[in-house]
């Protein structure tokens, strides 16, 4: 069954730096979304992505974020100068055009901020 | 606006026992309703869900109904297993738009 796979389980990096988290979504999906989960609370939308552009963004994803879909196969997410309070699960979700509404997670990517 | 208020945990039961997860939201229009469960150490995993009123989603044992007059959508079990212990999210979309809105998430254990 194909899968959304994410890139690399766990980062860790100092804060300020760059990070660039990595997914593969399922192959004839059109629809491409970024979430996050801080550890104990919700999961909470960040972006989605459709038609290399964004479709919408929630107030979370500021100047500091980033998408891009390099090539046919991945998308990424760019935090350009991470803050302790980015330290989360980030999760990449991507869904079909018959089927817009039906989200298919990855595993997710554990970002520590130290 | 739009939200999704789930139980909260965690809940243990015994191997065999009912499992019921209450979830109710707030939402304009006609939303789908879907729960989400996430096993130790992996991603979500979408189990099942419900496009519109009375529909009825069932996955692996579990069902849950789509309550337009309730606004609920409790995930139900008769009989749950070990391997059923994880943490479970309860999430709403809106047609035409692309985010989803979870649920708390509730953490469940089942004991041999």
């Known amino acids: 069954e194909p899968e959304v796979t994410q890139t690399p389980s766990h980062q860790v990096t100092q804060m300020g730096q760059e990070v660039i988290l990595r997914c593969v979504p399922i192959s004839n999906h059109l629809y491409f979304y970024w979430y996050r989960q801080i550890l104990g609370q919700k999961v909470e939308f960040l972006v989605s992505?459709?038609?290399?552009?964004?479709?919408?963004k929630s107030e979370i994803f500021d100047d500091q974020f980033s998408v891009e879909r390099p090539d046919g196969s991945n998308f990424t997410l760019k935090i350009r100068s991470t803050k302790l309070e980015d330290s989360a699960m980030y999760f990449c979700?991507?869904?079909?055009?018959?089927?817009?509404?039906?989200?298919?997670f990855g595993p997710g990517t554990r970002l520590t901020v130290l | 606006g739009n939200s999704v208020t789930q139980m909260e945990g965690p809940v243990t039961l015994s191997e065999e026992a009912f499992l019921t997860i209450n979830c109710t939201y707030t939402a304009t229009g006609y939303p789908s309703l879907f729960w989400y469960v996430q096993y130790p150490g992996e991603g979500l995993q979408l189990l099942l869900k419900a496009t519109k009123a009375d529909d009825k989603g069932s996955n692996k044992g579990f069902e849950a109904t789509y309550r337009k007059e309730t606004t609920s959508f409790h995930l139900e079990k008769g009989s749950v297993q070990v391997s059923d212990s994880a943490v479970y999210f309860c999430?709403?979309?809106?047609?035409?738009?692309?985010?989803?809105?979870f649920g708390t998430g509730t953490r469940l254990t089942v004991i041999p």
């Open positions: 992505f459709y038609n290399n552009e964004i479709s919408e």
């Open positions: 979700a991507s869904s079909a055009r018959q089927d817009p509404d039906t989200q298919y």
């Open positions: 999430a709403l979309g809106q047609t035409g738009a692309n985010n989803l809105f």
